[in-house]
């Protein structure tokens, strides 16, 4: 994964990924979350242990506490890639209201995703043409 960051909060911290201690999770994040404050608060008080003030660092250890039902607690406006190493396992997201939006498509056995379209089209092998069954 990979990703550029529009820094606002925490300047000096929160690039990404960011990867959890032991490199078995990590996460891409565009986005704002509106109560991480709160979720942090939650977290730090079952044990976590942040290196930023970043609002992202804050997803990836909801993430790795209450798996994907940890999106329920997010209020704001997200795009989101959430990886577990171990289990193999790529969870992508957006905010309910698609303020964020997520775009996706396959090349052969590779998954290219963004919130921005221009994410995708760096790479030169995707087409550039849009499919009538994927936006049915």
């Not at 990924?17 to 986005?31: C, H, K, T």
């Not at 171990?86 to 997520?102: C, N, Q, T, W, Y």
Request: glycine residues 8%; hydrophobic residues 40%.
């Amino acid at each position: 994964m990979g990703a550029a960051r529009l820094k606002i909060v925490d300047l000096d911290a929160g690039n990404q990924p960011i990867l959890s201690e032991d490199g078995d999770f990590g996460i891409a994040f565009n986005g704002e979350i509106y109560n991480y404050v709160e979720i942090r608060t939650e977290l730090e008080k079952l044990g976590h242990r942040f290196e930023s003030h970043c609002d992202t660092e804050t997803v990836l250890r909801a993430f790795m506490q209450w798996d994907k039902e940890c999106l329920a607690k997010l209020r704001g406006m997200f795009a989101v890639a959430l990886w577990k190493k171990s289990a193999r396992r790529l969870v992508l997201a957006r905010d309910r209201m698609g303020i964020k939006p997520l775009y996706i498509t396959r090349q052969g056995e590779d998954l290219f995703f963004g919130s921005e379209l221009k994410a995708i089209f760096v790479h030169p092998e995707i087409d550039r043409r849009l499919s009538l069954q994927g936006l049915d």
